[in-house]
């Protein structure tokens, strides 16, 4: 799967007496929910911490940025969540 943040299509069409243009662009947003660091991965367990959102321990642009503050696991960790939003436009044509 492959997930584009941030997309935009043009698309213009024209004729000799009309002419119509129509544009999209996509928009998703990106969070981090729950921890699914199993801790007990090593003696053959199944164990979370609990962690129900990641938290930035930095700021953007720090390797901090990466790890929770929360639980103190990589993002990676963290189930990623895609709230893609769709907007088309279309212009009728011009008679």
């Not at 935009?8 to 921890?35: G, H, K, M, P, Q």
């Amino acid at each position: 799967m492959v997930v584009k943040q941030r997309s935009r299509n043009s698309n213009t069409s024209s004729s000799r007496t009309t002419s119509s243009s129509s544009s999209s662009s996509a928009i998703s947003n990106v969070r981090y929910v729950e921890c699914q660091k199993n801790h007990a991965a090593n003696i053959g367990g199944y164990a979370v911490d609990g962690c129900r959102e990641f938290m930035a321990a930095g700021e953007e642009g720090t390797v901090d940025a990466l790890r929770c503050a929360a639980c103190g696991c990589h993002r990676n960790f963290h189930r990623k969540e895609v709230d893609t939003e769709v907007v088309c436009e279309y212009s009728p044509p011009n008679a």
